[in-house]
């Protein structure tokens, strides 16, 4: 079955980085585009970045202001967050979810942005 | 850029009985290739978000008969026909006829009276 495993999530102070990964098994990860969406502490749900099967094209929230990168390793099944500059309201639990239609979700890493 | 609403923001329901979900789009989320992308999810507890609806009305692999989704152009609904204690969560719509932009809906609290 679909597993989604999230990691690298942390204590971060403003200003600084942190690079999320996501380990993916069950199915073919190159044939599927990837997401990340995150939740702020009791809030609802925020698309952050989605990336297509074959690496050739990203996209971002507009909210991000191009801090945040997603990349994708087929030959490792993983997807990454590099996540620079960060803000205190960047923290968040990020959840990975696969294909465009996020069928299928990770159980979230959790970044928290403080001094 | 679209904006989506969803109405009530908060639903409390007696297990057995329906319930409904409305969700508004600021514009049209039929593509031009003829499909409607709007989505709906549920989060149930400390739980991760499952999709349960995708492309308006179309079930998910494994979720219930009892949840469907209609709707066209900027105007959808999620149905829950008979409400069970598992369905307690936050129901979110999402839209991706803006591709490759994603956007979420407020999303809808449902619990058990």
């Known amino acids: 079955q679909v597993q989604l495993v999230e990691s690298g999530g942390g204590v971060v102070q403003p200003g600084g980085s942190l690079r999320l990964s996501c380990e993916a098994s069950g199915f073919t990860f190159s044939d599927f585009g990837m997401h990340w969406v995150r939740q702020a502490p009791g809030k609802g749900l925020e698309w952050v970045a989605f990336?297509?099967?074959?690496?050739?094209?990203?996209y971002y929230a507009d909210s991000l202001e191009g801090r945040f990168t997603i990349s994708r390793d087929n030959s490792k099944n993983t997807l990454f967050l590099q996540m620079n500059s960060l803000r205190v309201e960047d923290t968040a639990v990020y959840y990975c979810a696969k294909d465009q239609i996020l069928g299928e979700w990770g159980q979230g890493t959790l970044v928290i942005v403080s001094s | 850029d679209v904006v989506m609403t969803q109405t009530p923001l908060s639903l409390s329901v007696t297990p057995g009985q329906p319930a409904s979900i409305s969700c508004k789009s600021s514009q049209s989320l039929r593509h031009s290739d003829g499909n409607t992308y709007l989505y709906w999810y549920l989060q149930r507890p400390g739980r991760s978000p499952q999709l349960l609806i995708y492309?308006?009305?179309k079930r998910f692999s494994g979720v219930p008969d009892r949840f469907s989704g209609s709707g066209s152009g900027t105007d959808f609904t999620l149905k829950i026909s008979r409400v069970e204690a598992e369905d307690v969560g936050v129901y979110y719509c999402?839209?991706?006829?803006?591709?490759?932009?994603?956007?979420f809906g407020p999303g809808t609290k449902v619990d058990i009276k």
């Open positions: 492309e308006v009305s």
């Open positions: 990336i297509r099967y074959d690496k050739n094209k990203a």
């Open positions: 999402m839209q991706s006829v803006q591709l490759p932009l994603f956007t």
